[in-house]
């Protein structure tokens, strides 16, 4: 015999095994901002040190003060210019959503046929026999508002969108000036010679970036390792292009 439960268990128990933190809701945004911040920062200080000298840390004085005002611009105008773009994304993306279910629940009321045969017919090709799949319409049809995420999902492939835009798109702004910030902290210490300092700057960006990497395994329970890897490995190959670059033009 099964079990029953009460609201109240069931709820506790989704509530216990799939919430979500804070960081969890919003994972996209803090790896992709702080991932980008720190490539783009340390592509900066890369860039500069592959045309500066290392050899004569007199030579370098002017170059790692442009380092400071080139990689803090950088890091402010392109960290506002990726919060708007993901703003602008999303609520491009919440209202292409709107738009698309009010056609679908246009559709339920006026072409109301159409919709149980193509209904049917996605159930269908989900592996439901033909008579599973007129009994479960007929089911939805007194739901309009689940028969129509249910279209939205499976006919349209369309997921709702997050509900704020704005909120997603300050966690991209303040994770990219985070991490980002990280590499050009040795620039800001004194008495330091200017490979010295770029040793520094490499050493927080890759400090930067395992940060990056323990925080999306802790979300996505992927292997630790892995994570890190990855994303340690796309930023150094970034930071070398740079590098590589800056030296070509030395």
Known sequence: MQKQYTTKELRDH??????????????????????????????????FTGVASLED??????????VLVFGLANLLADGFSMGIGEFLSARSEKKLYE???????REIVESKDLEIAESELLLREKGFTPQQA???????????????DFMMRYELEMDEPDASPLKNAAATFFSFLFFGFLPLIPY?????????????????????????GVLRAQVTQENLLRSISEIVFLGALAGGIAFGVGTLFG
């Open 14 to 47: 989704m509530e216990q095994e799939h919430s979500q933190s804070t960081i969890s809701s919003y994972l996209k945004e803090v790896v992709y901002g702080g991932i980008d911040g720190i490539i783009t920062t340390f592509a900066v200080v890369a860039g």
């Open 57 to 66: 840390d007199n030579a370098v004085v002017i170059p790692i003060v442009a």
């Open 99 to 105: 738009k698309e279910r009010a056609k679908e629940e």
């Open 134 to 148: 007129t009994q479960l319409i007929a089911i939805y049809k007194t739901n309009p508002t689940y028969w129509v």
């Open 188 to 212: 800001f210490l004194k008495g330091l010679g200017a490979s010295e300092t770029f040793a520094l700057s490499a050493l927080s960006a890759t400090i930067a970036l395992v940060i990056l």
